[in-house]
Nanobody, 122 residues
Framework: QVQLVESGGGLVQAGGSLRLSCAAS????????MEWYREAPGKQRELVSA???????NYADSVKGRFTISRDNAENTVTLQMNSLKPEDTAVYYC????????????????WGQGTQVTVSS
């Protein structure tokens, strides 16, 4: 019903930048929150940043001041600009959206993207 497609991952040296994008499509009436998570080998998936429908955002302490989340409500996309990357940022990054479908108004469902690999070399 809803597909999330991420792009923009890759290999970068420490101190470099990457820009991740996530596009949502399908039977979308409204998107509440769009988020970025990451999962490093041997670690639990963690929330990196969130962008809510009211425009508020939040960031994990480890990325504050380095990452910036932005959103295009008309295009149903969310972007994560990652600057000053560190080796510890290496992970698979996942996009998540909480969506109200056109077919089930009043109910919110969460969807995940397939993930995109970010590797930061030292």
């Amino acid at each position: 019903q809803v597909q999330l497609v991420e792009s923009g991952g890759g290999l970068v040296q420490a101190g470099g930048s990457l820009r991740l994008s996530c596009a949502a499509s399908g039977s979308i009436f409204k998107i509440n929150t769009m988020e970025w998570y990451r999962e490093a080998p041997g670690k639990q998936r963690e929330l990196v940043s969130a962008h809510r429908s009211d425009g508020s955002t939040n960031y994990a302490d480890s990325v504050k001041g380095r990452f910036t989340i932005s959103r295009d409500n008309a295009e149903n996309t969310v972007t994560l600009q990652m600057n000053s990357l560190k080796p510890e940022d290496t992970a698979v990054y996942y996009c998540r959206a909480t969506v109200e479908l056109t077919t089930t108004r009043g109910y919110m469902f969460s969807y995940w993207g397939q993930g995109t690999q970010v590797t930061v070399s030292s």
